[in-house]
C-alpha cells in the first residue's frame, strides 16, 4: 500500500507523455467521445421510442444483445477487422471508439425510452389540453420529465465506459490502462494498483460532475425537494402513525 | 464455420467453465446486496454512503482486480477463486442500489399493514418487501449477470480458462474463427441467464400473473 | 402457500448451480489437484503463456509426459510471467516451457546480479545460478527464439539495413515499437544505445512480438519493431531481420523450466528427448502451421512426438 502512494506521489510520474495528467486527459477524452457518441444517437432513438411507444420490444431487445456482447472480444474482433484498412494510431482508435459506444448505447438507451415512458400521463394530458401540438409535448414536457431517468442512464453508461477503456490497452490505445498493462509486463504491482485507483478517481470525478449537472439541469419540481404533494401526504401518514401510538 | 463446427467440444468445455464463473458471483452476489441494500434503505443516512460505496467497487478495472486479488485472499495466482470473488465484488457493486431501490418501491401502505398486522421487521422483509421488490430487483440482476458474463471473459488475460480464452487464441494468431465462436458463445449464455432469471422471477410473482395490482 | 413459488425457484436456482457444478468442479479441480502434485501424485501440469509457439510447446511436452506414462494435462494460454512463475512456485505448476535468456534476466532482475555471457552456454550458467531453490531447469534444446530488431524490406532498402548498428545514422527520424520492458531493459532501448549507438525518435509501446506490433510495422506507425525470430510473419511479409553482431540480445534456448519436487527420472527422460528434438528449423515450421495455416498446436504437437517416437 505504501508502495502504491509511493508511485502516485512520484513526481516523475506526473511528467511526460507518460505521465499520469496525459494518461488520464487520454482516457477521459475516449470516455466523454463515446458516451458522447453514444448519446447522440441512443437519445433521439430512445425518446422517439418513448413517445410513439413504436419498437419498444426491438428496442428493449437490442440493448440487451448488445450488453451481452463481451467488450475484449469486441475490441479484437474490431482491431482485426478494421486494423488492415486504418493507418498509424487511427487503427487502434476507432476500434476502441466503436467498442465503447456499442458498450455506452444500451445504459443510455433504456434511460432515453423508460424516461419518457413514465412521464405521468396527467401531465401529458395537461399539455395536451393546453394547446400544445406533439412536438411541443415532447420538448416541453416529455423530455423535461424524462431528464432524471435519462440522465441515470448517461452516468451508468460513463461508468462502465470508464471502467472498460481500460481494456484498449491491450491492443495498444494509450488512456489509463497502460498502467495496468505495463505495470503487468514489468512487475511493478505499485503502478497496476495506482492505475486501477486513479481509474476509480476518475469514475467518481465524472459521476460527481455529472451529478451537479443533473441538479442544475433537471427542474426542482420533479425532484419533489420543495414542500410538494407528496411531502404534505408523507407528514400526514406520519403524523398518524405516530397517533395510533405505534 | 468449420473450425467452430470442428471444435464443438472445446467450446463447450470453455462455455461450462464461462458457465460456472458468472453465475456463481451473480448469486452470491445477490445474497450479499440484500442484507446491504436493505441497511440503506432502512437507515435513510445510510443510503448515499453504502450504495456509493458498493458502486465504487464497480470502477476498480477487472483486470487489475483479477491480479491482485492473491494478494488480498491468499490464494494462488491461478485460482479460480480469485475471479468468482472479484466476480461476487462487482455484482455487489451493482444490486445493492437495486435491492434499496427495489424495497423503496414497496409502497408505504403495504408496509404500514403488515406491521399492523403484527408482522416483526425480518418476516416482513422476506414475505412481504422481498416478493414485491423482485420485479425491480429482477430486472437490476438481469443486468448483472450479463455484465458478468462479458466481465468473465477478460480473466482469459490472466489465462483463466473461459470463453476469453478464444479471444486470445484468435488474436494472437490472427484468427478471427475462435473470436467469433467465442462471441456468439457469450451472447447465447447471456441469454440463456436473462432467461432463467425471467423465470424465476414471474415462478415469484404469481400475483403479477393474475392480472391483479397491489 | 406464499413458500411454494419462493421453494420452487430455489430449487431451480439449486438444480442450475449443481448443473454447473460439473463445470466448476473442473475450473477448482486442477488447483486441488496441484497441491498434491509435489512428487505424492503423478499429475502434472504443464503451463504455457499466452502465445502460439509457446502454446504449441506446452502441447508438445504434454503429450511428451503423457507417452512416459505421467499424467499431464496442459494449462494454457497464462498471459503473463508475473501469472505463470508465481503459479510454478505455488504448485500450480510444473512443468513450463522457458527460455533462457528471458528467465535468466527475469530472475537476475530481483538479484541484482550482473549478467554478462550471451551465448547458449554461458547463459544457461547464470540462470542455474539465478534460479530460486524450487526451480530447476532442464538441459536447454538447440532450438532457440530470439529477441529481433525487424524492419519491413522497405525500410531496409531505404537506408541500406544489414545490421543494427547500421540503424545509428537514421535513427533519430524513425520510430521503434515494442513491450512495456524494453524502456528499462537493458535488452531495449539502453541496450540499443549502449551497443549499437542507436537512439530511436520515438518509441511506441506495442506487445512482446506480437500482433500488436506486427501490424504498426506493416501500416508503418513503427519503422522498426520488436518481433522474435521464429515468428512466421517475418516470412510471410516479407520482413528483414537485422542482424545482432555484438550480441545484445542473448541466447534464448528453449527449456524446460520445471519445479524440483516434480522431477523424476521419467519426466526428465520425457522432456530431455524433446529438447534433443527441437531445432530452430523444425521449431519455426511447426510455429507457421499453427499461426499461418490454422491447424491446432494439439495436432502440430502429436505429428512432431509420432515423428520422433516420443509418445
Given at each position: 500500500m505504501n508502495e502504491v502512494l509511493a508511485w502516485l506521489t512520484d513526481p516523475a510520474n506526473w511528467q511526460g507523455p507518460d505521465g499520469i495528467p496525459v494518461r488520464t486527459w487520454q482516457h477521459l477524452m475516449y470516455s466523454l467521445v463515446s458516451v458522447g457518441i453514444a448519446a447522440a444517437i441512443a437519445i433521439p432513438v430512445g425518446l422517439w421510442i418513448g413517445h410513439t411507444g413504436h419498437g419498444r420490444f426491438l428496442a428493449v431487445n437490442l440493448a440487451g444483445a448488445l450488453r451481452a456482447v463481451p467488450s475484449l472480444g469486441l475490441l479484437f474482433t474490431a482491431f482485426m477487422v478494421l486494423g488492415p484498412y486504418l493507418n498509424g494510431e487511427v487503427s487502434v482508435f476507432v476500434p476502441t471508439i466503436i467498442v465503447l459506444v456499442v458498450l455506452a448505447v444500451p445504459p443510455v438507451l433504456a434511460g432515453a425510452y423508460a424516461g419518457v415512458e413514465q412521464v405521468e400521463t396527467a401531465a401529458r394530458d395537461a399539455a395536451r389540453g393546453m394547446g400544445m401540438r406533439a412536438t411541443e409535448v415532447l420538448w416541453r414536457v416529455e423530455v423535461p420529465c424524462a431528464l432524471p431517468l435519462i440522465f441515470s442512464g448517461i452516468r451508468s453508461a460513463a461508468l462502465q465506459v470508464i471502467a472498460t477503456a481500460t481494456l484498449a490497452a491491450t491492443v495498444g490505445l494509450g488512456g489509463l490502462g497502460r498502467y495496468l498493462v505495463d505495470g503487468l509486463a514489468v512487475r511493478d504491482y505499485a503502478q497496476m494498483a495506482g492505475g486501477a485507483i486513479l481509474v476509480a478517481l476518475l469514475a467518481l470525478i465524472v459521476d460527481f460532475v455529472a451529478a451537479t449537472l443533473q441538479r442544475v439541469v433537471v427542474s426542482p419540481g420533479l425532484t419533489g425537494k420543495t414542500a410538494g404533494r407528496k411531502n404534505a401526504l408523507r407528514r400526514i401518514q406520519r403524523t398518524t402513525l405516530r397517533a395510533s401510538g405505534s | 464455420?468449420?473450425?467452430?463446427?470442428?471444435?464443438?467440444?472445446?467450446?463447450?468445455?470453455?462455455?461450462?467453465?464461462?458457465?460456472?464463473?458468472?453465475?456463481?458471483?451473480?448469486?452470491?452476489?445477490?445474497?450479499?446486496?440484500?442484507?446491504?441494500?436493505?441497511?440503506?434503505?432502512?437507515?435513510?443516512?445510510?443510503?448515499?454512503?453504502?450504495?456509493?460505496?458498493?458502486?465504487?467497487?464497480?470502477?476498480?478495472?477487472?483486470?487489475?482486480?483479477?491480479?491482485?486479488?492473491?494478494?488480498?485472499?491468499?490464494?494462488?495466482?491461478?485460482?479460480?477463486?480469485?475471479?468468482?470473488?472479484?466476480?461476487?465484488?462487482?455484482?455487489?457493486?451493482?444490486?445493492?442500489?437495486?435491492?434499496?431501490?427495489?424495497?423503496?418501491?414497496?409502497?408505504?401502505?403495504?408496509?404500514?399493514?403488515?406491521?399492523?398486522?403484527?408482522?416483526?421487521?425480518?418476516?416482513?422483509?422476506?414475505?412481504?418487501?422481498?416478493?414485491?421488490?423482485?420485479?425491480?430487483?429482477?430486472?437490476?440482476?438481469?443486468?448483472?449477470?450479463?455484465?458478468?458474463?462479458?466481465?468473465?471473459?477478460?480473466?482469459?488475460?490472466?489465462?483463466?480458462?473461459?470463453?476469453?480464452?478464444?479471444?486470445?487464441?484468435?488474436?494472437?494468431?490472427?484468427?478471427?474463427?475462435?473470436?467469433?465462436?467465442?462471441?456468439?458463445?457469450?451472447?447465447?449464455?447471456?441469454?440463456?441467464?436473462?432467461?432463467?432469471?425471467?423465470?424465476?422471477?414471474?415462478?415469484l410473482t404469481p400475483w403479477q400473473r393474475a392480472g391483479a395490482s397491489v | 402457500m406464499k413458500r411454494t413459488p419462493l421453494l420452487a425457484s430455489l430449487a431451480v436456482v439449486a438444480v442450475m448451480a449443481l448443473a454447473g457444478c460439473g463445470g466448476g468442479d473442473e475450473a477448482l479441480d486442477t488447483d486441488n489437484d496441484s497441491d498434491s502434485g509435489s512428487g505424492d501424485s503423478q499429475e502434472i501440469v504443464v503451463g504455457s503463456a499466452n502465445f502460439p509457439e509457446n502454446i504449441l510447446l506446452g502441447e508438445i511436452y504434454t503429450g511428451a509426459l503423457d507417452g512416459a506414462g505421467l499424467e499431464a494435462t496442459h494449462r494454457a494460454n497464462i498471459g503473463s510471467r508475473e501469472a505463470y512463475l508465481p503459479g510454478m512456485l505455488d504448485g500450480s505448476l510444473q512443468v513450463f516451457p522457458e527460455y533462457t535468456g528471458v528467465l535468466r534476466d527475469y530472475f537476475a532482475l530481483e538479484s541484482g546480479d550482473k549478467m554478462t555471457a550471451s551465448d547458449s552456454e554461458g547463459v544457461y550458467a547464470e540462470l542455474q545460478e539465478q534460479l530460486p531453490p524450487e526451480l530447476e531447469v532442464l538441459p536447454f534444446s538447440e532450438a532457440e527464439d530470439k529477441d529481433a530488431v525487424v524492419v519491413t524490406s522497405e525500410t531496409a532498402e531505404e537506408y541500406d539495413l544489414q545490421s543494427i548498428g547500421d540503424l545509428a545514422p537514421v535513427a533519430g527520424d524513425l520510430t521503434l515499437g515494442g513491450p512495456p520492458e524494453w524502456k528499462e531493459r537493458q535488452t531495449g532501448l539502453p541496450g540499443l544505445e549502449d551497443v549499437y549507438g542507436v537512439v530511436f525518435g520515438k518509441y511506441v509501446v506495442k506487445d512482446a512480438g506480437g500482433p500488436l506490433t506486427l501490424d504498426a510495422l506493416l501500416n508503418d506507425e513503427i519503422q522498426a519493431g520488436n518481433l522474435f525470430s521464429t515468428n512466421p510473419s517475418i516470412a510471410a511479409e516479407d520482413l528483414v531481420v537485422l542482424d545482432d553482431p555484438d550480441s545484445l540480445f542473448a541466447a534464448q534456448n528453449v527449456v524446460p523450466l520445471v519445479a524440483a519436487d516434480s522431477m523424476s527420472p521419467e519426466l526428465e527422460d520425457a522432456l530431455n528427448g524433446v529438447s534433443e528434438a527441437l531445432n530452430t528449423d523444425n521449431l519455426s515450421d511447426m510455429v507457421t502451421r499453427v499461426v499461418i495455416d490454422k491447424e491446432d498446436p494439439e495436432d502440430v504437437a502429436e505429428d512432431f512426438l509420432t515423428e520422433n517416437n516420443l509418445n
Amino acid at each position: 500500500m505504501n508502495e502504491v502512494l509511493a508511485w502516485l506521489t512520484d513526481p516523475a510520474n506526473w511528467q511526460g507523455p507518460d505521465g499520469i495528467p496525459v494518461r488520464t486527459w487520454q482516457h477521459l477524452m475516449y470516455s466523454l467521445v463515446s458516451v458522447g457518441i453514444a448519446a447522440a444517437i441512443a437519445i433521439p432513438v430512445g425518446l422517439w421510442i418513448g413517445h410513439t411507444g413504436h419498437g419498444r420490444f426491438l428496442a428493449v431487445n437490442l440493448a440487451g444483445a448488445l450488453r451481452a456482447v463481451p467488450s475484449l472480444g469486441l475490441l479484437f474482433t474490431a482491431f482485426m477487422v478494421l486494423g488492415p484498412y486504418l493507418n498509424g494510431e487511427v487503427s487502434v482508435f476507432v476500434p476502441t471508439i466503436i467498442v465503447l459506444v456499442v458498450l455506452a448505447v444500451p445504459p443510455v438507451l433504456a434511460g432515453a425510452y423508460a424516461g419518457v415512458e413514465q412521464v405521468e400521463t396527467a401531465a401529458r394530458d395537461a399539455a395536451r389540453g393546453m394547446g400544445m401540438r406533439a412536438t411541443e409535448v415532447l420538448w416541453r414536457v416529455e423530455v423535461p420529465c424524462a431528464l432524471p431517468l435519462i440522465f441515470s442512464g448517461i452516468r451508468s453508461a460513463a461508468l462502465q465506459v470508464i471502467a472498460t477503456a481500460t481494456l484498449a490497452a491491450t491492443v495498444g490505445l494509450g488512456g489509463l490502462g497502460r498502467y495496468l498493462v505495463d505495470g503487468l509486463a514489468v512487475r511493478d504491482y505499485a503502478q497496476m494498483a495506482g492505475g486501477a485507483i486513479l481509474v476509480a478517481l476518475l469514475a467518481l470525478i465524472v459521476d460527481f460532475v455529472a451529478a451537479t449537472l443533473q441538479r442544475v439541469v433537471v427542474s426542482p419540481g420533479l425532484t419533489g425537494k420543495t414542500a410538494g404533494r407528496k411531502n404534505a401526504l408523507r407528514r400526514i401518514q406520519r403524523t398518524t402513525l405516530r397517533a395510533s401510538g405505534s | 464455420m468449420d473450425w467452430i463446427l470442428d471444435h464443438l467440444d472445446d467450446i463447450e468445455y470453455l462455455t461450462r467453465q464461462h458457465a460456472w464463473l458468472s453465475a456463481v458471483p451473480t448469486v452470491l452476489g445477490l445474497l450479499l446486496a440484500i442484507p446491504l441494500g436493505w441497511v440503506a434503505r432502512r437507515y435513510r443516512f445510510l443510503y448515499a454512503p453504502v450504495v456509493v460505496g458498493t458502486g465504487l467497487l464497480y470502477t476498480i478495472p477487472s483486470l487489475a482486480l483479477f491480479i491482485l486479488m492473491p494478494l488480498f485472499l491468499g490464494t494462488r495466482i491461478l485460482d479460480a477463486t480469485n475471479v468468482v470473488v472479484a466476480m461476487t465484488i462487482y455484482t455487489v457493486a451493482l444490486m445493492t442500489r437495486t435491492v434499496a431501490d427495489g424495497l423503496g418501491s414497496v409502497p408505504d401502505s403495504v408496509t404500514a399493514s403488515a406491521t399492523a398486522m403484527g408482522f416483526g421487521p425480518l418476516r416482513r422483509l422476506f414475505t412481504v418487501e422481498l416478493p414485491l421488490a423482485v420485479p425491480v430487483i429482477a430486472a437490476g440482476l438481469r443486468v448483472a449477470a450479463v455484465s458478468n458474463v462479458s466481465i468473465v471473459s477478460v480473466a482469459a488475460l490472466i489465462g483463466v480458462p473461459q470463453l476469453g480464452s478464444l479471444f486470445t487464441d484468435g488474436f494472437v494468431r490472427d484468427f478471427l474463427d475462435p473470436i467469433v465462436a467465442g462471441l456468439i458463445a457469450c451472447v447465447l449464455l447471456a441469454l440463456v441467464f436473462d432467461l432463467v432469471i425471467v423465470l424465476v422471477a414471474r415462478l415469484l410473482t404469481p400475483w403479477q400473473r393474475a392480472g391483479a395490482s397491489v | 402457500m406464499k413458500r411454494t413459488p419462493l421453494l420452487a425457484s430455489l430449487a431451480v436456482v439449486a438444480v442450475m448451480a449443481l448443473a454447473g457444478c460439473g463445470g466448476g468442479d473442473e475450473a477448482l479441480d486442477t488447483d486441488n489437484d496441484s497441491d498434491s502434485g509435489s512428487g505424492d501424485s503423478q499429475e502434472i501440469v504443464v503451463g504455457s503463456a499466452n502465445f502460439p509457439e509457446n502454446i504449441l510447446l506446452g502441447e508438445i511436452y504434454t503429450g511428451a509426459l503423457d507417452g512416459a506414462g505421467l499424467e499431464a494435462t496442459h494449462r494454457a494460454n497464462i498471459g503473463s510471467r508475473e501469472a505463470y512463475l508465481p503459479g510454478m512456485l505455488d504448485g500450480s505448476l510444473q512443468v513450463f516451457p522457458e527460455y533462457t535468456g528471458v528467465l535468466r534476466d527475469y530472475f537476475a532482475l530481483e538479484s541484482g546480479d550482473k549478467m554478462t555471457a550471451s551465448d547458449s552456454e554461458g547463459v544457461y550458467a547464470e540462470l542455474q545460478e539465478q534460479l530460486p531453490p524450487e526451480l530447476e531447469v532442464l538441459p536447454f534444446s538447440e532450438a532457440e527464439d530470439k529477441d529481433a530488431v525487424v524492419v519491413t524490406s522497405e525500410t531496409a532498402e531505404e537506408y541500406d539495413l544489414q545490421s543494427i548498428g547500421d540503424l545509428a545514422p537514421v535513427a533519430g527520424d524513425l520510430t521503434l515499437g515494442g513491450p512495456p520492458e524494453w524502456k528499462e531493459r537493458q535488452t531495449g532501448l539502453p541496450g540499443l544505445e549502449d551497443v549499437y549507438g542507436v537512439v530511436f525518435g520515438k518509441y511506441v509501446v506495442k506487445d512482446a512480438g506480437g500482433p500488436l506490433t506486427l501490424d504498426a510495422l506493416l501500416n508503418d506507425e513503427i519503422q522498426a519493431g520488436n518481433l522474435f525470430s521464429t515468428n512466421p510473419s517475418i516470412a510471410a511479409e516479407d520482413l528483414v531481420v537485422l542482424d545482432d553482431p555484438d550480441s545484445l540480445f542473448a541466447a534464448q534456448n528453449v527449456v524446460p523450466l520445471v519445479a524440483a519436487d516434480s522431477m523424476s527420472p521419467e519426466l526428465e527422460d520425457a522432456l530431455n528427448g524433446v529438447s534433443e528434438a527441437l531445432n530452430t528449423d523444425n521449431l519455426s515450421d511447426m510455429v507457421t502451421r499453427v499461426v499461418i495455416d490454422k491447424e491446432d498446436p494439439e495436432d502440430v504437437a502429436e505429428d512432431f512426438l509420432t515423428e520422433n517416437n516420443l509418445n
